[in-house]
């Protein structure tokens, strides 16, 4: 069954972006995706989006939902015939919504699973907390709103980076089907991009240092995103070989594990003191 036309509004958007070895990124990707490399690095990161009015581009506004949702996303690009292709693969999606979560892989492209989230958002300051319900998946991050972009970003402005995030609007992720990959594009119609001055940013799956040691993620900048009038596409599922494929439940550690390993090793917390 084809997806019909999704409308609504993002709310609030963060990407709280890493730059990443690319040899070492690509080891969590499965084939056929390959890191998309910005002077010398990958690129990864955490999104956190809050959707409203949620609703089939045919039904009114007032039958749209809303949830607060999160995801790990890696910049990748992929050949297709004889055309480089770019976009997003998402190893996992995490859902406030029941009913996502319910029809993720089923009837919305894209496996979700559900989780609770903390989030406090005071004049321009954003704090969100994220711990999936099966403790496999956790996300911190805290910031408000800066000028610029921070000066140890590896992108030189922040329309250069809004418009490498803009460009990688199709995003995958693991379908239901072992060997299947869903595919959702998003169409923004008044883009905007914001920077975040980032004070603290967790990652179950950034902070492992068994799949990331120490010094190869590192945080680069955020981003904010307000008001964003868009639409999903569902796109052509994606068939590929599973036998290099990173087991999520490997991936991502329970909150416990992974705060006391980033405390003592891992490099890219942050903390602002004034």
């Known amino acids: 069954m084809r ?6 509004i993002i709310d609030r958007r ?39 009015s949620i609703r089939p581009k045919t039904l009114p506004l ?3 939902i809303s949830s607060e949702n999160a995801a790990h996303r890696i910049a990748v690009e992929w050949d297709d015939g004889d055309q480089m292709r770019t976009g997003v ?3 996992r999606r995490d859902t406030s919504s029941f009913l996502n979560a319910l029809a993720g892989g089923r009837i919305f492209p894209g496996v979700h699973h559900r989780a609770k989230f903390e989030v406090s958002e005071q004049a321009d300051h954003y704090r969100i907390r994220v711990t999936s319900h099966d403790r496999q998946a956790q996300f911190l991050v805290a910031g408000r ?3 610029d972009l921070s000066k140890t970003s590896i992108f030189h402005s922040v329309e250069e980076v ?8 199709i995003g995958y992720s693991p379908a239901n089907k072992p060997d299947q990959f869903d595919g959702l594009e998003l169409r923004s119609f008044n883009w905007q991009v914001t920077p975040l001055d980032i004070e603290h940013v967790e990652s179950s799956f950034f902070d492992n240092a068994n799949l990331f040691p120490p010094g190869t993620a590192v945080f680069d900048n955020a981003l904010l995103m ?38 003592r090793a891992h490099p890219i917390l942050l903390e602002h003191h004034t």
């Open 3 to 8: 997806l019909p036309v999704i409308r609504g």
């Open 14 to 52: 963060i990407l709280a972006n890493y730059r990443i070895d690319p040899d070492v990124l690509a080891k969590q990707l499965p084939k056929p995706f390959r890191p998309q490399v910005v002077n010398g690095f990958g690129i990864a990161g955490i999104c956190l989006i809050r959707l409203v």
């Open 62 to 64: 007032w039958m749209g």
């Open 89 to 91: 693969y998402i190893p």
């Open 145 to 147: 709103v800066a000028d």
């Open 162 to 169: 809004s418009h490498f995030f803009e460009c990688g609007s």
């Open 226 to 263: 307000r008001s964003i009038d868009h639409e999903w596409h569902e796109r052509t599922s994606m068939q590929a070989k599973r036998d290099n494929v990173p087991s999520i439940t490997a991936q991502c550690e329970t909150y416990q594990g992974t705060a006391e390993r980033s405390q």
